[in-house]
């Protein structure tokens, strides 16, 4: 079993400066937990390590895949777990951080086998949530699977639909699947969550946005697009995605700015959202990066007493 310490949380909460001051001082590596820094090139707007950040720790599954490629969370899964057991097997202490809860739990809870999505029965849910309303479709997984109604939002119609398929297609709950997987697991991770107030959250996501303008985003992007075409997957990114219907005229660039601070901050509440479902050891409530970084010596003491903090 392979031990990490993961550091979650909302964009712009000082994940990143904590995860290397942690890394510092429990020779560690740090392997990113990002659905956007996997990309080469994309650096500025998915807030990438920079290369004297990488210089005085090693830093993982950065700079993974070309934009142009597709990239999902069981390939992420079967990197990471090879990145963690290479830390692990020199010694050295694996460091999770990011904010993509899904790859997150893709990693630590494992995947499951299914049968593939039926195209028919996602279309039957539609409408019978459009009917009836998602919370129906919620109900009725509560019913089949408590777990899984119990752990799935009541309006994640994406989520609530495909336990059902699976319910429909096998009689078996997705629950079931899950805890499978998870008895497959070969890491175990001491989590800790940083949790500003919103209101500085937003303050500090608006600050980021303006400081990625300064560093030239907006170059980054046309630049992405002249590489790999405007239609590239991973160009719908927070930011890019803003920066790129400003480049196609369609919208003037404050404009542009604007709504991707707006969309930063809704993606952040739901990462906080998300987060909170995790098995989290330690709450850390900061103000900020540097105020993150702070937090080095009560997070390392803690961590140091995680046997008897993990179950």
Do not use: N
């Amino acid at each position: 079993m392979i031990e990490a310490l993961a550091v979650l949380g909302p964009t712009a909460s000082g994940k990143s400066a904590l995860a290397l001051a942690l890394a510092q001082r429990l020779d560690g590596e740090i392997v990113s937990c990002d659905s956007v820094q996997v990309y080469r090139g994309m650096d500025i707007g998915s807030g990438k390590a920079t290369p004297q950040e990488r210089a005085l720790v090693p830093h993982h599954l950065l700079d993974v895949v070309s934009p142009a490629e597709t990239f999902h969370a069981g390939r992420y899964a079967a990197l990471a777990e090879e990145a963690l057991g290479d830390i692990a097997g020199r010694g050295k202490l694996p460091i999770l951080v990011g904010g993509t809860g899904l790859y997150y739990r893709a990693l630590v809870q494992g995947l499951f086998e299914a049968p593939p999505s039926d195209p028919v029965t996602r279309e039957r849910h539609r409408r019978e949530a459009d009917d009836l309303g998602v919370e129906a479709l919620h109900a009725r997984l509560l019913t089949v699977d408590p777990r899984a109604g119990a752990r799935i939002m009541p309006r994640d119609l994406v989520r609530i639909s495909r336990a059902l398929e699976i319910f429909e297609q096998t009689g078996t709950p997705i629950s079931v699947l899950w805890e499978e997987a998870a008895q497959k697991k070969t890491l175990r991770a001491w989590a800790v969550m940083l949790s500003p107030p919103l209101p500085t959250l937003r303050a500090l996501i608006e600050q980021r946005v303006d400081q990625m303008m300064a560093l030239g985003f907006l170059t980054e992007v046309e630049s992405l697009r002249a590489e790999h075409g405007k239609e590239a997957q991973a160009l719908g990114a927070l930011g890019y995605k803003q920066l790129g219907a400003h480049l196609d005229g369609l919208i003037p660039l404050p404009q542009a700015v604007a709504e991707t601070k707006t969309a930063t901050v809704a993606y952040a509440r739901r990462q906080r959202t998300w987060f909170r479902k995790e098995a989290i050891a330690q709450v850390v409530h900061v103000t900020g990066p540097e105020d993150a970084v702070t937090q080095v010596s009560e997070v390392v003491a803690a961590f140091r007493r995680r046997d008897s903090l993990l179950e």
